[in-house]
């Protein structure tokens, strides 16, 4: 088995590596940048090929230079990167879409995205205040249709600007109105999502699987528990017993269980530390396999604990988290 390297291939026919770095940090004040651009470099000198991004993250232009870095010094070619970026929310108006790209290809100083995804499937209001709210701290939410902004995206593909589109946080009811639109062009490739052993996302995973759309995990060990989005309250899932049980067994870390539950169901996996010696043991995901009944324990984890329910989109007809899947 390949201890590094598994990819998933999408339905417009590019290959996605199975795990993924994600470069996430939404803490205020955010994770300083100088340490994203060195997390992303360690990263990628651990093995990962995969980087996830996104406007909202405002790491965009670390992420690029460490990618820059790492090509000039022939760690990696471009091309072996397969880099994502998203779409924020108040960017979805049609006419803002390609603009919003071209200004993360600007921030990354790259040429292409890999992956440009629709952060989440609701519209707030335009302009550069990203969580703009009211007089009252309301948050201010917007009526774009999500379709007409798909159209847009499909642009962003036909531009070469981004070799394949998709969505986040869509549940499948909305995920089936992109699906149904008149005159679909391409078809979303992935839906990216909380995924984990305490909220496994088995009938949206069994869902997208029927249409040829990957499921890819965000969350999958739940270790970052950023006060402003997390309960405080809510269970560690790295130490739950039975992972802890199944570590002993395999003889490796509850991540690494975690991580290995996912892959194995065909999700692509993002993993997320900006610790070296915990980004080396990830990348070791594809160097042993669970069995069918410890598999089937896992799954029997799931409670439906989602630990970001994005609240702050709450009360729009297309927040995603109310539908059971």
């Not at 990167?81 to 921030?107: G, M, Y």
């Not at 989440?120 to 209001?125: F, H």
Request: charged content about 25%; glycine content about 4%.
């Amino acid at each position: 088995m390949n201890s590094k390297h598994s990819y998933v291939t999408l339905n417009d026919g590019p290959l996605i590596p199975a795990l993924g770095f994600g470069t996430c940090t939404p803490e205020e004040p955010y994770v300083p940048k100088s340490k994203a651009l060195e997390a992303t470099k360690l990263a990628i000198d651990a093995g990962f090929l995969h980087i996830d991004t996104a406007y909202t993250y405002q790491v965009e232009e670390e992420v690029g230079q460490a990618i820059r870095n790492k090509t000039e010094e022939d760690t990696v070619k471009r091309e072996d990167i397969f880099l994502t970026s998203k779409l924020w929310c108040t960017f979805f108006h049609p006419d803002l879409v390609q603009p919003s790209l071209e200004r993360s290809l600007a921030n990354l100083k790259l040429d292409y995205v890999d992956l440009y995804l629709m952060h989440y499937p609701v519209s707030m209001k335009q302009g550069d205040d990203l969580f703009p709210t009211d007089e009252h701290g309301k948050p201010i939410l917007d009526t774009v249709d999500f379709c007409a902004t798909w159209e847009a995206m499909e642009k962003c593909k036909d531009a070469r600007l981004a070799k394949s589109i998709g969505v986040s946080n869509f549940n499948h009811r909305l995920l089936e109105r992109i699906l149904n639109k008149p005159g679909l062009k391409h078809k979303p490739v992935c839906n990216q999502v909380e995924c984990h052993p305490y909220l496994n996302q088995g009938k949206l995973l069994d869902f997208c699987k029927t249409k040829d759309i990957v499921l890819v995990a965000y969350g999958a060990l739940r270790t970052q528990r950023y006060k402003r989005w997390v309960d405080q309250n809510s269970p560690v899932l790295l130490n739950d017993p039975v992972l802890g049980a199944l570590a002993k067994k395999y003889n490796r870390s509850a991540a690494l269980i975690a991580l290995r539950y996912q892959v194995q169901r065909g999700v692509v996996t993002l993993a997320q530390s900006f610790k070296e010696q915990e980004m080396k043991e990830n990348v070791q995901v594809f160097g042993f396999q669970l069995s069918l009944e410890d598999m089937k324990m896992i799954d029997g984890l799931n409670r439906n604990c989602r630990y970001i329910p994005a609240e702050f989109l709450l009360g729009h007809p297309n927040y995603p988290f109310s539908d059971e899947y």
